[in-house]
Structures are given as C-alpha cells and as structure tokens.
C-alpha cells in the first residue's frame, strides 16, 4: 500500500472516530442537559406540593397526627385495595380520600380475568358480587360487517375466573366498606395539599378535612394514589402525559349484546368503538373519538355525530338501542391518558396506581396493572416489620420498579399498540395492518388465544407480546404478497413492516427495553430485605 492509501485511510478512520466522538459528546451533552432539566423540574414541583417539616412545624393552626405506620393518599381502586391488603398483614393505615361518596365514572369498569385472580390473591374477590357485576367470556371483533369471537383461555381455571364488568362506583364503595372494616385502617375524607419533606425524605402530608381544618399526618412510608388527576405526582417522577384520544360514554338500556357475556369492539373509522355489560339491564358504550377535542354537547354538534358518523357503523342489533342513548341524552366525556412510569425513588414516599402509570383504557387493563402492582408491593413489604429507616427502604423498594415490569409493560404495551393498530389511518399500510390484525385474530386457535391472553393479563410476557405483534405484520405481508406479488404490494408491504416497527418500538422504549425483557440484568432485581428492618 502507498504512503498515500496509509494517508486516507487513517484520514477516513480519523474521521468516523470523530463522528463517533463528537456523537457521544453530543449526546452526554443532551443527557445532561435533559438530567438538569428533570432536576429543575423536580425542584419547582417539590415547591410547588411539598412543605418542610419547619414549615409546618411552625404553623400553630396545625393538628398533627402520628400513629399510622402507611399514609395512603387516595381510596380508589387501588388505594383501596392497598389499605386493605397492608392493614390485613397489621400495619397501621391511614387513608385520606378527598371524596368518600360514590364515583360515577365512565371508565374503570371492566376487570380482566388476571385483575380477578390478583383479587382473589388479595382476598377482596367477594367485592364483586353483589353489585350486579357480569362475568366476561372474551371479546367480539367486528369490522367491515364481519365479525369475530375471540374467548379467554380459561380452560385451566375453576368455573369462577372470568372478567368481571360493573359499575365502577359500587366495585369502589364495596372496597371502602371491607377496607374501613379493619380496625388498624382509618379511612377519612380529605383533600390532601402537600407532602412534608424533611432533609430529602417524606415524613407525612398536610391536609384539609371535610369541615375545612388543616391538619398533618406522619408516616414512615406515604403512599400516593390519587389517581390519573394527581397534583401529587410531580414531586415524585417525571410525568409525561400524552392524551391520544377522548371516550364518549353512554349507558345502553335492556339491550341484547350479539354474543352475550363478550365485550364488544367495533373496528370504526376513525376509531373503535366499545360495547360491554356492566349490569343484568345496562350495556356502557364508549366512541373513541381521537385527539383531545371533542364534538359540542350543548350545540348537539356531539349527538349528530353519534348519529351520522357513529350509528351507521355500529352492529345492527345495537342500532336501536345506541340511537335511543343519544336521544335520552345523557353523554358524557373523559380524556383517554397514557403515562409510562417514570419514578424519582424518594425515600419516604411511593407513586401507586394511575397517579404512577397508565395506558389507554382500550383493553381495560389499568385494574390489573394496579392489582398486580399491590401484589409485588404486599410480598416486598411482608418480611418488614420496621419501616422507619426511609433511606435503607427507599433502596430496597427500587426493586418494585423492575418485578411489577412483566405485568405491567406487557398490558401496557399492548394497550397503546392496539390502539394504534385498531384505529383508521389514511396510510395504506397502516390499514392493512388493521386489516392483517382483524384476519389473524379471526384465524382462532394459537393466533386468537396468545394475543386474548397477553390482553387478559393471564400471560404476562412481554416477549410472546412482541412476537404476536410481529406475526401479525409478516401476515399482513404474507396476504399482500399472495398469490402474485407486485411492486406497489413490495412497497405497502415494507411499508406495514416499517409502521409495525413506528408503533411497538417507542412504546417499548417508554416502558424500558432492559426491565422489560432482561430484569434479571437489574441490581434491584436481586435486592433483598434490610437486615436492620427484618
């Protein structure tokens, strides 16, 4: 080789290790950058919902309390369902809930079979029955007047794990009465205005009761569920919200479903739409209608929509009943959050619930979510009979964060891709994904039963979710390809591959690829209790 060809080659090698060079210094600088944009945020958030003790300590007009060994903020599900689960295992709790009446929601009312047998694990299984709940088979797909039968692999199961739909308010109120039940739980209304903090560490929180005294209470451990409207949140991770779409919710009277005990999803455009039981006499409709505004109500923007755009689309046998709905009147909207868990471990304090993570509420997964998540926190917390040393326990708990993943990132995942996949697009390639997702579910057997499991929570592996995922999109290239391939049919198919690959990676990356499929590779994985708190 010439002196020169050693000359260009060293230039061109030079260079790629300066492109690879300054990439990296690029990129710790936009880390850094990023980290101390997160600290400043941290910083204004615990401003803005976190008091010192010295703070509180000197304000006169302040009753303090003290005996709880857990403060849990919030007494929805799974406040509720924590209070319960901690005070049947003897800790001290306090509950402070901001509204002890009934909720009326639109959503939160439909408990797949792995949210029921996390139930059953947690011994609250009787607050489904009597409220009217319904049991759930599977689910019905329909799309382009074709339609699909899609049911839960219960086979290995007693004749009583089944999903579980109802009125979300009574399922919530049954809780609070078993909960307040025992006598180490206090469940009192209350609108809690901030965490005390003391040298870095959680101590308590300041809160206003019903009748308008401010008070503190101390704990050595505060849990906050305050749900997905949680002004909490923000001292304790880094919550980004995103808002894809808004349900539009509606009660269906003595209507007859198609496939009795099924939820029902209608692949509309621009979006699905949800039929399911919540009681012997009531069906709950929920139109998703995408971005973050929704039709006019008060103009009847909103009920000539649901008739002209909705109605023609909707299963026959439905027609009837889902027209007198809009004419009856009473709809109702809610925003659909999503919000990876993203948590500051904070010694002192933990994140439960939709104030911690949530997903679309397509697939009705965030109850199981949280019961699981109660779950893992219950058998981390068991061995410990002292919990005063936050520090030594904030370290220890940082092991929730990667045992709840298998769970969590699997339902998660999965809610945002299907909502993607189910909804219309404008892209070509995106519908055939659509397409492909409705013919392989409809192909029954493996095709049908992997997928409803990984939906039902009865399979928590994130990996059999990933390969589903993909086995949809080869099939969707595989139906274009055949029986004689062409060039745009190449071209729509790379493009399926390249739009599968735009939907399940960011969200995999959101939930955490290492956690997700090697949290064995995770220090806190292995971490074992404290011998000072054992």
């Not at 997903?359 to 009979?385: C, E, F, N, Q, Y």
């Not at 390809?481 to 599968?500: E, H, N, Q, T, V």
Request: charged residues 20%; proline residues 7%.
């Amino acid at each position: 080789m010439k002196m020169a060809d050693h000359y260009l080659l060293g230039w061109i090698l030079a260079s790629i290790a300066g492109i690879f060079a300054l990439y990296y210094i690029v990129y710790l600088v936009v880390q850094r950058e990023e980290e101390e944009i997160n600290r400043k945020s941290l910083l204004q958030a615990r401003r803005d919902s976190v008091k010192t003790l010295s703070a509180v300590t000197d304000d006169n007009n302040r009753e303090c309390r003290s005996d709880a060994d857990i403060i849990i903020v919030g007494a929805g599900v799974a406040g509720a369902a924590l209070a319960h689960t901690l005070g049947k295992d003897g800790r001290k709790v306090h509950v402070i809930e901001r509204d002890l009446t009934e909720p009326d929601r639109i959503v939160g009312e439909l408990l797949q079979p792995g949210g029921y047998l996390k139930l059953v694990e947690l011994g609250l299984e009787d607050c489904v029955e009597e409220i009217d709940a319904q049991r759930v088979f599977g689910y019905a797909l329909f799309m382009n007047g074709k339609h699909a039968q899609l049911s839960y692999p219960l086979e290995d199961f007693n004749s009583d794990v089944a999903g579980r739909s109802f009125h979300n308010g009574r399922f919530i109120q049954k809780m609070r009465e078993k909960t307040s039940s025992l006598p180490n739980v206090r469940l009192e209304q209350g609108t809690v205005t901030s965490l005390i903090e003391e040298k870095g560490i959680i101590k308590g929180v300041a809160y206003k009761t019903k009748a308008g005294d401010e008070l503190t209470a101390f704990a050595p451990l505060t849990i906050v569920c305050d749900g997905c409207f949680s002004n909490l949140r923000r001292s304790l991770c880094n919550p980004k919200v995103d808002v894809p779409s808004c349900f539009v919710g509606l009660i269906l009277e003595n209507c007859k479903l198609p496939y009795q005990y099924h939820g029902h999803v209608v692949l509309a455009d621009p979006s699905p739409i949800l039929f399911y039981q919540i009681s012997s006499t009531e069906v709950r409709c929920l139109v998703d209608v995408p971005g973050q505004k929704v039709p006019s109500i008060s103009s009847g923007e909103m009920e000539n929509y649901l008739k002209n755009v909705v109605a023609p689309q909707i299963p026959p046998e439905i027609y009837d009943s889902f027209v007198a709905a809009v004419d009856k009147g009473n709809i109702r909207t809610m925003p659909n959050r999503s919000m990876p868990a993203s948590p500051y471990p904070t010694p002192g304090a933990l994140l439960m619930g939709d104030a911690f993570n949530m997903r679309h509420p397509l697939t009705g997964g965030g109850m199981t979510v949280a019961l699981s998540d109660i779950v893992v926190l219950r058998d981390l917390l068991k061995p410990l009979r002292d919990i005063h040393d936050a520090p030594t326990l904030c370290s220890y708990l940082e092991s929730f964060y990667t045992l709840r993943k298998p769970v969590a990132s699997t339902i998660n995942t999965l809610a945002g891709a299907l909502y993607k996949v189910f909804s219309a697009s404008s892209d070509e390639a995106r519908n055939e994904m659509r397409q492909a997702c409705f013919d392989y579910l409809s192909l029954g057997g493996v095709f049908s039963t992997g997928p409803v499991s990984l939906l039902s929570g009865l399979n928590p592996r994130p990996l059999s979710l990933v390969v589903h995922f993909f086995a949809v999109a080869i099939y969707g290239v595989g139906r274009l390809l055949l029986p004689f391939p062409s060039p745009k049919r190449m071209w729509i198919g790379a493009r399926l591959i390249s739009a599968a690959s735009g939907i399940i990676f960011p969200i995999i990356k959101a939930e955490g690829v290492r956690q997700m499929f090697f949290p064995a590779t995770v220090p806190a994985y292995y971490r074992a209790p404290p011998v000072e708190c054992s």
